[in-house]
């Protein structure tokens, strides 16, 4: 037997090349052993899984009996799992021996083989073993950190069965299990047993207010600690302080904080460093940052936990260059800066906007060697989104392909909330493709609220409203349907808002009131009044206004921006009124919004008393906007010599749109020399875009110097600059139409043009007489009222009236601003139609009824 060892001995040293000169001298010893009690210093003495073969190989040839569970445990201790089973497998059951079973779902449980866990666990029954009271917590844990509330359950059963529902251990990790798989009624009404039973323990407490904190329902778990400070028979640990404070910093509750440290102090608590790091972590989360660094002066144990809540505290609460500074103190003392640090950094800059800082702190962090996480890119995309980065964007996007995304190891929850990264940086982007094409990567049943989100967000944003609503439509609809948060309907209300899809927005409002969106009721309401207000119909905008519970600031400036937009500025200062009174302090915005509804409706002397008393009054100070407005109001009303030397004043450098404000003026009064003066500084400031050649082109045509609207057009072509087409759109019979100017395309192309040719004739009866400057053309008058007849708001009207019940609103948006020769020939239309003619421009809104529209000529 000595030479079979020796040989078995040699053999596996020729494999392995690692089994050292002890073993030989180990393997002599134990074979020259002629009794069975020294075998229990070999047993001690074993330091490996061949030393551990051979001894029980020797026992097995001695037949030496009852040493199994001795066997079994020198398996345990070499971590040979596969071997202590394989040995407890062939005991005959015996509660003693359950002991063997726990210790091997411990372990797996511990290095998280959590399936390994749960198959042991039943493998353990399918023997006949009978689990104890400490085969469940670990069992129980296994299935919470899966998790797996299905498999929770039926252990849960078994539980009952066999009589440990009134063991407290198992009680507690049932309610700890029930909490991770995220079932807050059934963890509650086990500790709700549990307490029936007497038999609560400070465990119990924290079980429960733990699977709160982790269920999202932070006031549950503040209540719950204020039950239990109240009962005398338990007393809170550092384990339930570590739970209260987070649950504090999610609702802001500083106060119930404050008390809860108090009593950290008091019972000697705050010492522990994992309390102490929870309390600066709840300071600072609630806007405390002085009371948070008190508390970080008086730890009397730091880590790297402790610097790191004092860092996100400063980057959350916008404190950069305090968050930097205690940057470099965590270098000037050693302390080390981990992912955390560096991410807390990134996502403070990345959520204010200032994505280029965050990325200037990445490469930092990428010098220093720290391997970014999840977090890091996450809020990398977020930063790279905020300031329009897409080449580094499409880098942090390279990066997540090879350290992220679908590797074997990896977390499905970690890839998709990347993904919606991705899908959201490229939105932002103004990449709609590669945000299109990261949606379809992710697979319909694994997209959630916020894939959906981010890409119909992205659409409505950056000018693809149609898309958006494609994919809102798409969301609620097939096995896969997801239900919409409500910053998903205010996306779509935003596309809406920017096709003036009243119909769409009325749809979305009823969805809203039939599925009851009460806790997000202002911003959706917010929402609801811009979609109104930009669809026409300011005058519901009005109604959800009035139904509000709470207004916000946002509110009231929505609804006057809404009046301003209609014409109605009359309606728009008495809401600025009103929203004084209720006691709101206006704002830089709000006077934007009210010198706009000035200037809209020729309210010269109320917008100029306004911008008078900005800043006396209300201590606004005017900005480049609040001046572009009154150079507008004073443009529109043909005070131009009077907007020319508010513009020398201004105490800054006008900007392009004080320049255009004026151009547009000078269109509607003529004055081609100030025109010219006003191209010439758009020019300077390099802001050549089409609108600002069509407008002088337009002076030029109007006075006739045909030869200066070719050399703007010659000028337009050689710096590569296009016109945008007129593009109109109504809303018809079979959906919303969409006309370009001399569109045939549409299958009613025949029927639009009859109709037209017989309004045109009809309102000629009337005295309408083509303005022919606005063709723009060299050519003769007769062909450019052809010209003119094909213009696109001319053809969407025309198919209005085709395919609208008579009476009904007819609602047709323009990309450009609306053609003085189609104002002029709609004005005329809505004397001789029955409906009211509601054209939406790129600058307001006119409502034609009756020969009339709303803006009276100011536009």
Known sequence: MLLYSLRLLRHRHKQHQSLSLRSYSFVRNLVSTTTATPFGSFLKECKSVSEAQCIHQQILVRGLIGMASDIIAMYVACDARVYALAALERLPPSPAAVFWWNALIRRDVRLGFLDGALSLYRRMEKLGWRPDQYTFPFVLKACGELPSFRRGAAVHGVVCSRGFESNVFVCNALVAMYGRCGALEEARQVFDEVLQRGIDDVVSWNSIVAAYVQGGDPSSALELFVRMAEDVR?????????NVFPACASVGASLQGSGAHGFSLRSGLFDDVFV???????????????????VFDRMPVKDVVSWN???????????FEDALQLFERMQEENIELNVVTWSAVIAGYAQRGRGREALDVFRKMQMSGSAPNVVTLISLLSGCA??????????????????????NN?????DLMVNNALIDMYSKCRSAKDAHAIFELVSPNERNVVTWTVLIGGYAQHGNANNALELFSSMLQGSNATIPNAFTISCALMACARLASLKFGKQIHAYVMRNRYESAMLFVANCLIDMYSKSGDVDVAQLVFDKMDHRNAVSWTSLMTGYGMHGRGEEALQIFDSMRAAGLVPDGVTFIVVLYACSHSGMVDQGMNYFNRMSSEFGVVAGVEHYACIVDLMSRSGRLD?????????PMKPSPIVWVALLSACRIHGNVDLGEYATEKLLELESENDGSYTLLSNIYANAGRWKDVARIRS??????IKKRPGCSWVQGKNGIASFYVGDRSHPQSQQIYEVLANLIGRIKALGYVPETSFALHDVDDEEKSDLLAEHSEKLALAYGI??????APIRITKNLRVCGDCHNAICLISKIVDHEIIVRDSSRFHHFKSGVCSCRGYW
């Not at 338990?234 to 570590?242: I, N, Q, S």
């Open 234 to 242: 338990v007393r809170p640990d550092a384990v339930t302080l570590v």
């Open 276 to 294: 102490g790091n929870a309390i600066v972590d709840m300071y600072a989360k609630c806007g405390r940052m002085e009371v948070a660094k008190k």
């Open 309 to 319: 809540a004092f860092v996100s505290g400063y980057s959350q609460s916008g404190s």
């Open 386 to 407: 905020a300031v329009g980065a897409l080449f580094q964007g499409k880098e942090i996007h390279g990066y997540a392909i090879r350290h992220i995304l679908n590797q």
């Open 410 to 414: 990896g977390d499905p929850g970690d």
């Open 642 to 650: 009077e907007a020319v030397e508010l513009i020398k004043g201004m």
């Open 715 to 720: 000028l337009m072509k050689k710096t590569g």
């Open 802 to 807: 085709l395919t609208s019940a008579p009476g």
